[in-house]
C-alpha cells in the first residue's frame, strides 16, 4: 500500500469516527439538556397560574441552565469540526498573563461557587490566535469548575522561561484515575463511557489538545506534586524577539 493511500485510508478513518461520535452526541448528550428545557418551559406554559412564583422561578433557571449547557454541546462539536478541517489561521502577538486574566473574569458566573486563585507575570508574550488560544483557557477553567465540589479552590498559573510558557490550571478535587488519563484528550473516548455522571460530548480536552498542537505547542494532565486534585497544563513557544508573521484568512 502506498504512503498517499494509507493517508488517504487515515483520513477516510478520522471522518467516519467523527461522524460516529458527533451522532452519538445528537442521540444523547444533545438531546438531554433539550428535554430539560422542553419538559421545564412545559410545565411553566401549562400551570403558570397555579404555580408560586419561586416554582416559576425554579423552572426558568433550569431551562436557562440547560440551554446554556447546549450551546456549550454544540459549539464543542464546531470548534472540532473546524480544527479537523485544518483551518487556516492568523497569529497575533498577546500578552498570556492578560488573556489567561480576562478569560477567568468572563467566566465569573461559572466561579460563584469556586475560590479562583491567580498567579500571572507581568508580561509574557507569545504569538497565538488569540480566539483559539482563549477558548482552550476557557475550556480548561469550565473544566475544572464543573468536575470538582463546590467552594473548593481553583489555581491559575503561567510561568515561563526564553522558550516556552505554560498555563496551568490546577484544582483541589477528587483526582483522575490515572488509568483514563491517556483517554482524556481522546475525541473518541466519551462515546464509549456509559457511566459518566455528567452529561457532555467530551470534546472539551481534545479541543484543548489541537488547540495547543496547532501552536506547537502541547497540554499534559497530571497529578500535584502534593495534595488533592489535577492539574492540566497547555505548553506554548514564547516569542524570543520580534518576527513577522505572513497572515492567513480566518481566525
Known amino acids: ?11 477516510q478513518q478520522e471522518r467516519e469516527d467523527l461522524h460516529a461520535m458527533l451522532l452519538s452526541s445528537v442521540s444523547h448528550d444533545l438531546k438531554t439538556p433539550l428535554a430539560c428545557i422542553i419538559g421545564s418551559l412545559d410545565i ?42 485544518d483551518i487556516a489561521f492568523k497569529h497575533e502577538r498577546i500578552d498570556i498573563g492578560q488573556l489567561v486574566r480576562q478569560c477567568v473574569l468572563k467566566m465569573n458566573a461559572v466561579f460563584n461557587q469556586h475560590d479562583v486563585r491567580l498567579e500571572l507575570p507581568s508580561l509574557v508574550m507569545v504569538d497565538v490566535n488569540e480566539l483559539w488560544i482563549a477558548r482552550a483557557v476557557t475550556l480548561l477553567l469550565d473544566n475544572a469548575a464543573l468536575y470538582t465540589p463546590v467552594n473548593t479552590q481553583i489555581l491559575v498559573t503561567v510561568t515561563s522561561d526564553q522558550l516556552a510558557c505554560w498555563v496551568a490550571v490546577r484544582d483541589f478535587g477528587p483526582g483522575i484515575p490515572k ?6 484528550f481522546h475525541k473518541h473516548s466519551r462515546t464509549t463511557q456509559k457511566d459518566t455522571k455528567i452529561a457532555g460530548t467530551g470534546l472539551g480536552l481534545p479541543i484543548c489538545k489541537a488547540i495547543a498542537e496547532m501552536h506547537g505547542g502541547s497540554i499534559r494532565c497530571e497529578k500535584p506534586a502534593s495534595g488533592n486534585g489535577t492539574v492540566f497544563t497547555i505548553t506554548l513557544p514564547v516569542i524570543q524577539k520580534k518576527q513577522k508573521h505572513k497572515e492567513k484568512s480566518g481566525n
Do not use: G
Not at 488509568?179 to 482524556?184: E, N, Q, R, S
Open 179 to 184: 488509568k483514563i488519563v491517556p483517554a482524556l
Open 44 to 85: 411553566y406554559q401549562q400551570l403558570k397560574d397555579t404555580l408560586s412564583e419561586e416554582r416559576k422561578d425554579s423552572l426558568i433557571s433550569a431551562a436557562i441552565k440547560e440551554a446554556r449547557r447546549l450551546d456549550s454541546f454544540i459549539t464543542n462539536i464546531l470548534d472540532m469540526a473546524r480544527l479537523e478541517s
Open 1 to 11: 500500500m502506498s504512503v498517499s493511500t494509507s493517508n488517504k485510508n487515515n483520513s
